[in-house]
Structure formats: C-alpha cells, structure tokens
C-alpha cells in the first residue's frame, strides 16, 4: 500500500491556460475524491467517482471544472482557461466504500495563476 | 447542505495536558458518519478517528476520544498527554448515511503544542 499520490505537486501557470492534475488512489479503492482547499479553509468537496463513474459532480465550480476516470483507476482534473481565483490545493482521496468510509488523502496539488 | 462548524480558529495545549477541539454540525439526518482528520503543516490530512451517528458509543482511538451528542449535533475530540507531534489542523467532517456521496468539512482548528 503506497497510498494516495498526486502529479505534480505544486504547478505555476498563467492565467488562461490549462492545466491537469492527476490522481493515483490506493489500489484496492473503488471510490474516489476530489477536494479544493483554500488558505485557512477546510477541504470544499468537488466531485466524487464510484469506480469509472461519476456520481457526483454538482459541486464542480463552473463548466471550466472537468474531471475523469476512465478505468476505475486514476483520475484527472483539468481546468480550463485558469484564473486567479483558482490558485488552491487541489486534494484528492480515495476510500473503500461502504461501510468502512474513510477517506485516505494524497499530499495535493498546490495550484498558482499569476 | 449540511454545515460543519469549528468555532475554535487557534488552541493551545501545553505538553503531557489534555485539550477539547470542538465542532458542531447542521443536519436533518438520522444517520450519518463523522470524522476528525489531522493535517500537519506541510503534510497530507489523515484520520484521527470516525464515529457512526447510529453508535452510542464514544470512538476512542488510543490518546484520542470523542464526545458524541447526537441531540445537541455536537462531536468534540479529546486528544489526552498531548504530544508535539500533535500539533497540526484539526478538521471535523460530516457524511451522510451510505447513500451520501459528499463529505462536509470545518474550517478547522489550528493546535498547538508547548513544550
């Protein structure tokens, strides 16, 4: 069990631009999530995954918020056309399902726009 | 939605003593999932310990215990003989019941340990 990793850890960007952030959950994990965390906040749920299906998507911040997970494995968050406002951690976890519900955490994606 | 709320931004505790992190929740649920996650600074969040709202019992989880008040919505973490390396955020969290897909998070509670 080598947990939760995330690429890249931290990524400078322009306004406008793209950029993509990858998930690797623990194997054995069939749920998957993504959280943003803001300076002094607590995680703000965004999307959440039951194997390659997303079940969960409401609380993406706007249509420049996309997310996939197209095996049951790994997952990508992308936003488009980046703004200020979107410099966060971009956190993600995985779990087991029910019952046992935990959620393990990867170090997260420190995200900066200038 | 449901809200959780840490009304305690800072704490303090001086080592070997014992301190309480408070949280409250919002919630018309009956059954439901509550968590408290660690997340030291610089490092990734992990979990303290979780309760299932269905058990009347406090989750104890070695120096750490919590007091559930199902009635008052209140879900406290006593972290007894603190230790340094507990100094980190504090996060309470809220799931619903198996169907719920989202997780609620407080703003947390910075601690800090005196040696």
């Known amino acids: 069990d080598t947990g939760v990793s995330q690429n890249p850890r931290h990524k400078i960007t322009k306004r406008g631009q793209n950029v993509t952030f990858r998930c690797d959950p623990i194997s054995e994990h069939n749920r998957l999530y993504w959280y943003r965390q803001t300076l002094g906040q607590g995680p703000e749920f965004l999307t959440y995954f039951q194997n390659e299906a997303q079940l969960e998507k409401s609380r993406l911040l706007s249509d420049r918020f996309s997310a996939e997970r197209p095996k049951g494995s790994f997952s990508t968050l992308e936003i488009q056309r980046t703004e200020q406002g979107d410099s966060a951690m971009y956190l993600c976890?995985?779990?087991?399902?029910?019952?046992?519900?935990?959620?393990?955490f990867g170090p997260g994606t420190r995200l900066l726009v200038l | 939605a449901q809200t959780v709320t840490q009304s305690q931004p800072e704490m303090s505790v001086q080592e070997a003593e014992t301190v309480t992190l408070s949280c409250t929740y919002d919630t018309s649920e009956s059954d439901y999932y509550l968590f408290w996650y660690k997340q030291p600074p610089s490092r990734q969040m992990i979990l303290v310990i979780r309760?299932?709202?269905?058990?009347?019992q406090n989750a104890t989880e070695n120096r750490f215990s919590v007091n559930f008040q199902k009635a008052a919505k209140s879900f406290s973490l006593k972290i007894s003989d603190s230790q340094l390396g507990d100094a980190a955020m504090y996060f309470c969290a809220y799931r619903s019941a198996p169907t719920g897909n989202q997780f609620y998070f407080g703003t947390g509670t910075s601690l800090t340990v005196i040696p």
């Open positions: 976890a995985s779990s087991p399902g029910v019952p046992q519900e935990t959620q393990y």
């Open positions: 309760q299932e709202a269905y058990k009347q």
